[in-house]
Structures are given as structure tokens and as C-alpha cells.
């Protein structure tokens, strides 16, 4: 039997179970990897919103990533809500000089409109955005990381994320310094259970890239989890609902 690809899913904890390290692990699992965390933050959140937000201490966060690659190891990387500058600092520390696939979602607001991270906590991006294998921007974190222009001249790969933007195209496009950009184009699904969209396309990447696909396919494979999850929401909540990754097959 071949062991499924170690992946760690660095996060904050979404109560209600659609976005964050809930939808990470779910993720992971469904597409045959081994799920390991390293919680960032713990939030009290739903559909409607976020009502609350507590990030663990940075050695907390250190503490965690430290048991998780001493002993089981991992093969990929997920990074997402990192909760205070301190952690990320420490996220980078613990990843800079290892040789595996990192996947960073920059996140900062969530799909209700939560403000997730402060402007200290952005500014401590720039260290995991030049380790990351590629980092995913949605529309708005592209614009508030000083848009396609100011990441293309950090040099580093990047996955402009379309999700958000208008129109019945979604369109994301891979760019990467002396490559070729690589677009996607793809008919919108039109549906309110978008809670998480982010959070499990990064963790598919990651997966992906963890059974040593290349980075373009990763994408690809990971884009048509996520329509498909967005097809098998089960319609629960009133707000933006949650996904359906348990009846992808």
C-alpha cells in the first residue's frame, strides 16, 4: 500500500466548519493525503460572518509545526490565516532552508468580509511569499499586495485568483518570473455556498504537489475539486454556505 503524501495545513480554526483548517483537513483527506495542523488562531465564525478572533502565541504556532515534521514529516505545505505578525515570522523561520512544495494563501478578509489580518501582520507576507512554491491571491489580496505589477516584481510565482471578480468567466492565471503566463478560464457557478473556496484550493494545490504533480497540473487538478465541491454544497446556512468536499469522488 503506498503512503498518501504528508500534508501540513497551517491555519486559523473556522467553529463552523467551511473555511480554514476544518476545510484544509477535509481537503486533504478526500483526495487521498495525511492531514496534519499547526492552528494559528481560533475563530467563532458561520455563513453570516465572524464574530470572533484569538490567535495563539507564536511559539504555540512553532511549537506544533516542530512535532509535526520531527516525528510524521511532511511532503507539501499549506499556509493560510496566520493570525498576527509574530506567527508568520515564525511560520518563515520554521520553512526557510526545508525543500518541499509550499502553497501560501495570503489570506485577509474572509468570504463575508471579515478582516482577518492587519497591516503589520501583511507586511510580514513578503518572507513566505519568497519561499512559497506559489502564492494564491484573491482579487482583493492581489490589490492590497500592490497588484500583478508589484508581486511580478517581487519575482516570485503567483496564482491570480478570479473568483471574485465579476462576470460569468472566472479566470485565474499562473504567473512566474521568465515563464509563460498560464490561464484558466471557466464558466461561473452561480451559488451563495462559496465559504472556503480559498482555503480548499490551496490545500488542493498542496495535496497535489505533495503526490508530485507539477505545478500546472496541481492547479488544474485542484481547480476542478473545488468546482466540483462548489456543486455538492448541501446548502447549509443562511449567509455564504459551506462546500460540499464530502461528496467529491
Not at 88 to 108: N, Y
Not at 224 to 235: E, M, N, S, Y
Amino acid at each position: 500500500m503506498t503512503a498518501p503524501p504528508r500534508i501540513l495545513a497551517i491555519a486559523g480554526s473556522d467553529s463552523s466548519g467551511g473555511a480554514g483548517i476544518q476545510a484544509d483537513i477535509k481537503t486533504i483527506t478526500m483526495l487521498g493525503g495525511y492531514a496534519m495542523t499547526a492552528i494559528t488562531a481560533v475563530t467563532a465564525q458561520n455563513s453570516l460572518g465572524v464574530t470572533a478572533i484569538e490567535a495563539l502565541s507564536p511559539e504555540m504556532v512553532g511549537a506544533q509545526i516542530d512535532a509535526c515534521l520531527s516525528d510524521i514529516g511532511a511532503d507539501a505545505v499549506k499556509i493560510g490565516m496566520l493570525g498576527s505578525p509574530g506567527i508568520a515570522e515564525v511560520v518563515a523561520m520554521r520553512l526557510e532552508g526545508l525543500e518541499l512544495p509550499v502553497v501560501f494563501d495570503p489570506v485577509m478578509v474572509a468570504t463575508s468580509g471579515a478582516a482577518l489580518a492587519d497591516a503589520a501582520t501583511i507586511g510580514a507576507f513578503e518572507r513566505l511569499m519568497r519561499l512559497a512554491t506559489v502564492t494564491t491571491p484573491n482579487v482583493a489580496e492581489l490589490a492590497a499586495l500592490g497588484g500583478r505589477e508589484a508581486m511580478a516584481a517581487r519575482r516570485v510565482a503567483f496564482l491570480a485568483k478570479g473568483g471574485d471578480a465579476d462576470g460569468a468567466i472566472v479566470e485565474d492565471v499562473l504567473i512566474r518570473p521568465g515563464v509563460p503566463d498560464r490561464l484558466w478560464r471557466s464558466e461561473r457557478i452561480d451559488t451563495r455556498h462559496t465559504h472556503g473556496t480559498g482555503c480548499t484550493l490551496s490545500s488542493a494545490i498542496a495535496t497535489f504537489l505533495g503526490q508530485v504533480l507539477l505545478l500546472e497540473d496541481a492547479i488544474s487538478e485542484a481547480r476542478q475539486f473545488v468546482r466540483a465541491a462548489l456543486l455538492a454544497a448541501p446548502g447549509f446556512g443562511s449567509g455564504h454556505g459551506p462546500m460540499g468536499h464530502q461528496a467529491v469522488r
